[in-house]
């Protein structure tokens, strides 16, 4: 049972690495947007109350997502693992979720990094902005993402350090070597595949 999260800065490949970890391991990959779009467009409870929060331009609160990641986590796919992207984004969550699991006997594995230089993913994704015909993409909103990830996401990495879970990983480079890295990095850590 591998138990992990996977943090990186808006266009450093999360998502493409996800699917190759979840893969490996045998879990699901467990978003927070997906969660939150699988329960708009099927008009739950949870999902009307999310879809009233977005519209409003606002945050969803903590409360809100971890009820959602709550859900998720009791799935049945989810009880031998999972890997998080996009979840814990706050201290408060970071704590829910240690609660969550120890009530359920179970703990963090590890924590995957993608570090990488920020000029870089800005270039990538002004880059496929441009391919992909993405308008919403100037620089300057990537530049802001990229700020608010790193206000955000810095002292959560500081948490996790501290309890010897980050495994930084260089998320520069071809994909198969960035994944290469990754097994690597969790394979050291006996965080064997299933």
Known sequence: MTRLLIVGPPGAGKGTQAARIAEKYRIPTISTGDIF????????????????????????PDS????????????????????LDGYPRTPDQVRYLDELLASHGHALDGVVRLAADQEEVVRRLRQRSIEQGRVDDSEEAIRHRQEVYQRETAPLLEMFDERGLLIEVDGLGPIDEVTARIFAALDARDLGAA
Do not use: H, P
């Open 37 to 60: 779009r699988f329960n708009i467009a099927n008009e739950t409870e949870l999902g009307k109350q999310v879809k009233a929060i977005v519209d409003s331009g606002d945050y969803v």
């Open 64 to 83: 809100l997502t971890n009820a959602l990641v709550t859900d998720r986590l009791n799935e049945a796919d989810a009880q031998g693992g999972f890997l």
